[in-house]
Nanobody, 124 residues
Framework: QVQLKESGGGLVQAGGSLRLSCAASGRTFNSYAMGWFRQAPGKEREFVSTISSSGGRTSYSDSVKGRFTISRDDAKNTVSLQMNSLKPEDTAVYYC?????????????????WGQGTQVTVSS
């Protein structure tokens, strides 16, 4: 069983930055690929970014590529999402997720564990 807890959300102006963190419980964190997803009001949950268990492979959605950076710290059981040059369309609840496999994935259905989410609001 893995429990995930996101933090770092908030209100920011367009062009600003936020850093989201996800703290994970459990001894096998370093064997899990991790992902970030988001869901805006009235929209389906969408993929944002993912990182492999080794940290050696990352991928991003086209909408955030070049602006967001995912990273992980296995010593602290955390995964982070640095978000720069934020846009109003980035406004959403952001979710951290873990999959019981080392390889990263952009498919939400492949993730077993989910956090409760943190709200990010970008004002224009």
């Amino acid at each position: 069983q893995v429990q995930l807890k996101e933090s770092g959300g908030g209100l920011v102006q367009a062009g600003g930055s936020l850093r989201l963190s996800c703290a994970a419980s459990g001894r096998t964190f370093n064997s899990y690929a991790m992902g970030w997803f988001r869901q805006a009001p009235g929209k389906e949950r969408e993929f944002v970014s993912t990182i492999s268990s080794s940290g050696g492979r990352t991928s991003y959605s086209d909408s955030v590529k070049g602006r967001f950076t995912i990273s992980r710290d296995d010593a602290k059981n955390t995964v982070s999402l640095q978000m720069n040059s934020l846009k109003p369309e980035d406004t959403a609840v952001y979710y951290c997720a873990a999959r019981t496999a080392p390889y990263s994935s952009s498919y939400a259905s492949s993730y077993l564990y989910w956090g409760q989410g943190t709200q990010v609001t970008v004002s224009s």
